[in-house]
């Protein structure tokens, strides 16, 4: 009987660890109320039992409201047919978008084409085609072992993105990048890299019934990160330090920040713990503080009344050495899908006509802080008076004109551009004219 007891307050022991295994299991996370999401914490890479949960997070993906994708076990499934050098770096998803009424699709992946003991050539193709854009790109580089503890690497990339409807012309960008890896030290690393941006092309679109023109382009940037494990400061845990800068511009699109984050992990995988903090333009500063408890469960332990936390986690008193070789096969990191830089300007002349004053305004997009000739016609044209543009291209002026039917343009001489003429009627306030006739000629009226 004492025995039955015994076993049975054991058993409950073990319940009420079951149930704090469940509320450690999940991440405890705080944040201010300005940062839009919270990133998964960049981890030092654990020992292989500890990996395994950390494969299993990585690729249980949080399902968008709108579309359904393929379960992990066809990616799985796919893993496991194709060779080794491709299945280490391939992302490939599909779904369907039910807003859109449109199929999406996903795919990433790193080709290695060529590959020697010291040095690699590789082939990275990327697809991304959501329910609104499609986006396409190319890369290709080479790394290179310079010693046994050091690493270079440069790479290049060309991209096409567009709406996702028949006749858009693609966004075109091209750039480069760096990359530097090195074992500086004992059981220890570092890792830097680095890319530039430059638009290939802009995209003109009339808008507003000709009144308007909207220039789209991909925004002229660059960003660079590096990532280094600290010096060993614990018996126990691991220390990683990272942080990013960024800066994209265009014609209106202006974005710069930075990140910095923190990384803590006991070497037996089972605890980890980041701290962020970042500050862009567009979004203001924000941090972010995430932990996260793994705690290995053995149900047989639990049916003999042992302690099922007991396996299969143990610990090692030496930190990871990670095998540099292995970067000649890793991804490349930099940013796909920049924001497009998007300006809309008024390109035609506008008139409205009050009494004896014509007011006008309008815009060059692409001449800037130049100087404009105003001319008036009768036959034929004549000049009248100068206006100069502002920063973006758009002027603005009023004239007094004499009684009668009078044509009006704005016209830069060194180029021959031309807006189309506008017609106005000036009536004489001596004669009686009609409610209509006023109507007709006075208003806002485009060409």
């Known amino acids: 009987m004492i025995i039955s007891s015994f076993k049975l307050i054991k058993t409950k022991t073990y319940l009420i660890l079951i149930v704090f295994y469940l509320l450690c299991s999940s991440q405890v996370i705080a944040a201010s109320p300005s940062l839009n999401r919270i990133q998964s914490p ?35 499934g796919l893993r496991m047919a194709l060779p080794s050098p491709l299945k280490n770096n391939l992302d490939f998803d599909a779904g369907f978008d039910k807003w859109q009424g449109l199929p999406t699709m ?26 609104r854009n499609e986006s396409f790109s190319v890369g290709a580089g080479i790394r290179q072992l310079i010693t046994s503890e050091s690493m270079v690497g440069f790479h290049a990339f060309h991209d096409w993105t567009r709406d996702r409807k028949p006749g858009t012309e693609f966004l075109r960008q091209a750039g480069f990048g760096v990359e530097f890896s090195a074992l500086p030290g004992y059981f220890s690393d570092v890792t830097f890299s680095a890319n530039a941006y430059f638009p290939t092309n802009t995209r003109e679109e009339l808008k507003n019934d000709g009144i308007s023109v909207l220039k789209e382009s991909l925004p002229l940037g ?31 699109y202006n974005s710069s920040g930075y990140r910095t984050g923190l990384s803590m992990n006991s070497r037996d995988g089972s ?35 042992k302690n099922p936390f007991s396996a299969p986690y143990t610990y090692s008193d030496t930190r990871y050495n990670r095998k540099l070789r292995n970067n000649l096969y890793s991804k490349v990191s930099r940013k796909h899908d920049l924001p497009r830089d998007r300006l809309e300007q008024r390109s035609t002349l506008m008139a409205s006509v009050v009494g004896d004053t014509v007011t006008f305004t309008g815009g060059f997009p692409n001449l800037p802080y130049s100087t404009l000739t105003l001319q008036i016609s009768q036959s034929p044209w004549r000049d009248y008076s100068e206006i100069v543009t502002d920063d ?42 009609t409610t209509e006739k006023n109507d007709q000629s006075a208003g806002l009226a485009a060409f």
Not at 108 to 122: E, I, R, Y
Not at 291 to 301: C, E
């Open 106 to 131: 996903k795919l990433d992946c790193f080709l290695p084409v060529k590959a020697w003991n010291d040095k690699s050539v590789f082939f990275a193709p990327r697809v991304s085609i959501t329910g």
């Open 222 to 252: 660059a960003d660079a990160r590096i990532n280094f494990l600290l010096p060993n400061v614990s018996s126990w845990l691991d220390f990683r330090l990272d942080a990013s800068a960024h800066k994209y511009t265009g014609l209106k």
């Open 271 to 305: 605890m980890n713990m980041r701290f962020e903090r970042g500050e862009d333009s567009g979004g203001g500063s924000n941090y972010s503080f995430t932990a996260g408890i793994q705690l290995a469960f053995d149900w047989k332990a639990l049916l003999d009344s």
């Open 392 to 433: 973006q291209g758009t002027y603005y002026g009023a004239i007094i004109m004499q009684p009668g039917v009078c044509r009006v343009r704005v016209l830069h001489k060194p180029s021959g551009w031309a807006t189309p003429p506008k017609t106005v009627v000036i009536a004489d306030p001596s004669e009686n004219t």
């Open 42 to 76: 960049s981890t030092v890479e654990p020992p292989v039992i500890a990996a395994q949960f950390e494969h299993q997070q990585f690729n249980e993906k949080k399902m968008d409201h709108g579309e359904r994708f393929l379960p992990y076990t066809f990616n799985y």
